[in-house]
Structure formats: C-alpha cells, structure tokens
C-alpha cells in the first residue's frame, strides 16, 4: 500500500532559523514528487517536481532535494511570509497524487 | 487562463439533501482529480479522471458520492443523500498529462448540519 509520512507535524522557527522538513514515502511505480503549499481557506498552491534520486530544486529560500525513500524541503533564512503548510505529494503509478498530512510552519518575526 | 474553477465556495446544507459540486479545470489540461481535505485525515484523493474516463475511484467514500466528466471543461461531484460527517473542503485539480504538476481550485466548504 502506498504510504506517506511528513514530519514534524508543525515547525516553529524564528525569522532567519533555517530548518528542514521531510517527507517518507512507499510508493510503487513512483512517477515524480510534489511539494505544495498551502495557505489557510485556500487550495495548494504547486512549488516543485522532483523526478528522480539526487535531483534538486530551488525556489527563493526553498530547497527540495529526494532519495529514493525520502524529499526534504530546506528553508533557509524562513521569513515570516512563508508560513503555511507544506505538503508533499508523490504521484503513484496510475497518476494520482497521494498526499501527506502536511508539515504547519510558522515563522515569528 | 483563470485556473480551476470551482462553484460554490460555501455550501451550506441539510443532512439527506443532495450537493452538487462542480469544477472548470483549466483549458487543455486532461487529467482531473476530486480530492477531499479535514483535519483528521488530510487530503484524500476521491476520484481522477483522465482524458474525461474515470481512472481510479477506490477513493469514493461509498455509493452516495458519485462524480461525472461529461466533457474536457467541466466535472461534477454529487453527494445524495448528504450526511454531517461528508462536511468538509472538496478540491478540484486538473494537470496536463500524468506526470505533470496539478493546479487545485479554491476549494468547496461543504457543511452538512
């Protein structure tokens, strides 16, 4: 059964505390990663795909990278403009994206 | 393009009514999903369509929730009879081909009283 466990549930840094956030995953005939964010009464917004082990991405202060069994999403120097909750989506064989519960970040000025 | 379209926002409804949600993905795109969001369990995929033909449907809680795709341009999401414990924000998202990102609508906040 495919799974997919992000962690920590909720993160709370201080502006400029650069952290990181992971998601596992078990996930048969794997066909890309997602990351999204999402913010309170609105839809996920996409951020980025990673295709296969060792690829990285950046956007801004973001940075996903993947293995073959996890994606970490590194934040680095957070501004409190990026709080949101993260979720990490790898897509399975049949093209669905089978979500994680989402990591809650908070960043305090 | 304006994204993904979705109608109502709110939905406000008595327990045995039927609800019908309804969603414009964006144009070209030939995948659509109907996923379901609440606290307890997060997001869960529904149903996905590809090219307008239901692709996987394991997710449909039970016979009550049915959805179509008549068309390239638009997909419904009935729930009849409806029950409190359907309540909960229904997405809509739409990607172009099955390894592309999905683009999710803003949501349907659907409360069963």
């Known amino acids: 059964e495919d799974q997919v466990t992000q962690s920590p549930e909720a993160l709370r840094l201080q502006e400029g505390e650069s952290s990181s956030l992971n998601c596992s995953y078990t996930?048969?005939?794997?066909?890309?990663l997602f990351w999204y964010r999402q913010d309170p009464g609105k839809g996920p917004e996409f951020l980025f795909t990673?295709?296969?082990a060792g690829e990285e991405k950046e956007k801004e202060r973001l940075k996903a990278t993947l293995t073959k069994k996890e994606s970490f999403l590194h934040i680095t120097a957070p501004k409190p403009e990026d709080s949101a909750t993260y979720l990490c989506?790898?897509?399975?064989?049949?093209?669905?994206?089978?979500f994680g519960k989402g990591t809650k970040l908070s960043v305090k000025p | 393009d304006a994204g993904v379209i979705q109608s109502p926002r709110h939905e406000v409804t008595e327990m045995g009514q039927e609800v019908t949600l309804r969603c414009k993905p964006i144009?070209?795109?030939?995948?659509l999903f109907w996923y379901r969001q609440t606290m307890m369990r997060g997001l869960e995929l529904l149903i996905y369509?590809?090219?307008?033909?239901?692709?996987?449907d394991s997710g449909m809680p039970e016979d009550r929730f049915s959805a179509k795709m008549p068309n390239a341009s638009f997909s419904t999401l009935k729930i009849q009879p409806s029950e409190p414990r359907d309540s909960a924000v229904y997405f809509c998202a739409s990607s172009l081909g099955g390894g592309a990102e999905a683009f999710f609508g803003q949501g349907t906040r659907l409360t069963v009283v």
């Open positions: 990673l295709y296969s």
């Open positions: 989506a790898p897509r399975g064989s049949q093209g669905n994206l089978i």
């Open positions: 369509f590809n090219n307008n033909v239901p692709i996987d």
């Open positions: 144009s070209g795109h030939n995948s």
């Open positions: 996930v048969s005939g794997l066909r890309g």
